[in-house]
């Protein structure tokens, strides 16, 4: 009998653990702080949209909410879309547009491919052409490269990215000087490359960038002079040009010349084609390129860091999310993300050169993501990229970038003018 009882109270002890723990479960006490809260429905639907009646590629896509959006392409190619249908702009050029990036309603860029960027304030009703980068007092030069990316991160402010390792910078507020300042006390040069760093007594020439706003230099691009010399490249006899930040310089309306808005050259020497720029304010942004190359900038720009990513394979998009999380994508079925700033990389999705190539990676809030990639199917993600999964598949076009809004709301876009949108 006592035994009985006791192989009884085992089981009264064990059905009330399981209740317990049913219990513990339903009211989420237990949930992982990164689980995505439920929505009402997971699986998205997607329906094809009409856009470019010529069948060009469409190489960018930019979605500010669900009345604006832009999608680029081949042929000079811009469409917007207004909250119903995809309407043509006029971009005013024939060249091949390859990415776009809208900071609100009004204000966009893109760039495309010989150097070629286009910019506008209203919306894409007008857009104005450049293929120049601005050097101030030396005035502009072409820019030798086709551009890959844009990410404009505010109004006034965007990244671009290029062939032959360059970032570019993109300005509205910003002017030149045309003054000589001289500097007595010893100045510390960054992104020295062929001579010593610190200079005992200098004539710099304040070339870029400047705050009209607050009158106060963001960077400077400085000539350095040294015993009334200037160190010249005995290829492209220029001088060397570095960059200079000092906040001690007062600087005036009377030192001021004429507004500068446009392209300025940042960095020249990442040794790598890079593929993708995103900033996440205005100070950190990351960039990706080929042969697995990753850089991070904690400084707005001035100076970058190369990561550790754990591959060779060409990556071709970023998406940063906070100080901590980014994803990164690119060839053979490659899914990176960082959870620490971009100091460890682990491989989240990874597949062979003969699977397919991602191109596009996008997030809503470090949680829900989706990628896109060459064989035109689109993966998402409902737990921060721990499970991936064929979202949209059976499409037999190549995508090639995508922009969600929130989790419920997004369009990708690809060749033969192909655009999906997706909602719940």
Known sequence: MKNSASTKNVKLLILFTVAILILFAISGCGDDPVSPPPISNPNLTWTAEDGDSNTN?????????????????????????????????????????????FADASNGIAVAVDGYYLTTTDGGTNWSIDSQY??????????????????????TTGWATANEGTLYKFVTDSVCLDSFINYDTTVT???????????????????????????FPDSMIIVVSYDTTLFYDTTLTNPYVYMYDDSSITITDTTVTTQQTGMYLMTDNLFSKMWDVDFLNSSFGMAVGSLGLIVTTKD???????????????????????????????HNGTIL??????KNWTKQLEGSSLTTHFVGVDFTNGIYGWAVNTNGNVYRTLDGGKNWEIDLAG???????????????????GFDGTIFKAEE
């Open 337 to 342: 993300m960082t959870s620490d700033g971009g």
């Open 300 to 330: 707005g720009g001035k100076t970058w860091t190369k990561q550790e990513s754990g591959t060779a394979v060409i990556l071709r998009s970023v998406k940063v999310d906070s100080p901590n999380k980014a994803w990164a994508v690119g």
């Open 189 to 215: 040069v960054i992104n020295e490359t062929a001579y010593d760093t610190t200079f005992d007594t200098i004539l710099t020439n304040i070339d870029t960038l400047y705050d009209t706003t607050n009158y």
């Open 134 to 155: 601005i050097v101030c007092l030396n005035g502009k030069r072409r820019i030798p490269f086709d551009f890959n990316s844009v990410n404009l991160f505010n109004s």
């Open 57 to 101: 590629i469409l190489h960018g896509v930019s979605f500010v909410d669900v009345n604006n959006g832009w999608a680029v392409g081949d042929y000079g190619t811009i469409l917007h879309y207004d909250g119903t249908n995809w309407n043509t702009q006029n971009s005013g050029t024939n060249v091949s547009l390859r990415s776009v990036s």
């Open 395 to 413: 499409n037999s076009r190549a995508l090639n970038d995508v922009s969600f809004i929130n989790s419920e709301t997004g369009w990708v876009v």
